[in-house]
């Protein structure tokens, strides 16, 4: 005679749960000790004075460096800012144009801007000036190579650095493969573009 098969039931499988009970939703907590949940604690506030950006705030931009750093940056019409932890202090400035976009390459930062063009620095340094690539509008890293589009005088044109080199920009170089691409003037000006 053939057994009957039993069946066992079992509770759900939630290891992180508190150990009150099961909760399906847990809002403005942070995990506590042994799967208990604790209150979220309260921000502090800023100081007025020293910890806001000097005039109207336009652009922001947070790197992460190899080594765990963080470098968090805030641009005006006249300069960028970096956050020291306690203040902003000025990156680099001199710059009338608030319409900056950046992007990461390894521990460097790079930003273009379409008046004052193309600048680098290493995560936590100052801000050099790149005369190699145009000035454009938008700036994106896709694998190894930056991309930049709406380039001054063409804003339907996109071009890109050479393979792994962020300093490679002459066109139609076979050896780096660095270019540039013209789109249908039909479609209008690039509005962007996204790593």
Not at 50 to 68: E, L, R
Not at 90 to 114: K, M
Request: one cysteine or more; hydrophobic letters at 40%.
């Amino acid at each position: 005679m053939a057994r009957k098969p039993k069946t066992v039931a079992f509770g759900d499988w939630a290891p992180d749960a508190p150990v009150l009970g099961n909760s399906q939703v847990a809002r403005n907590v942070i995990p506590g000790e042994n799967g208990s949940y604790r209150p979220f604690p309260a921000f502090d506030a800023l100081d007025d004075t020293s910890q806001t950006v000097a005039s109207a705030f336009s652009t922001g931009f947070v790197a992460f460096a190899g080594d765990g750093a963080i470098d968090v940056l805030a641009t005006t019409s006249s300069a960028i800012y970096r956050w020291d932890g306690d203040s902003w202090t000025t990156a680099t400035s001199g710059f009338s144009d608030p319409e900056w976009r950046f992007a990461q390459w390894g521990d460097e930062i790079v930003a273009t801007n379409p008046t004052h063009g193309f600048y680098y620095a290493n995560i936590g340094d100052s801000f050099s000036n790149d005369a190699t690539p145009p000035a454009a509008r938008f700036i994106a890293r896709v694998d190894y190579r930056l991309w930049i589009a709406h380039i001054a005088g063409y804003p339907n044109a996109i071009r890109w650095c050479g393979f792994n080199d962020r300093t490679a920009w002459t066109i139609g170089d076979r050896a780096t493969g660095s270019d540039i691409q013209y789109m249908p003037r039909e479609y209008g000006a690039i509005t962007g573009i996204r790593g």
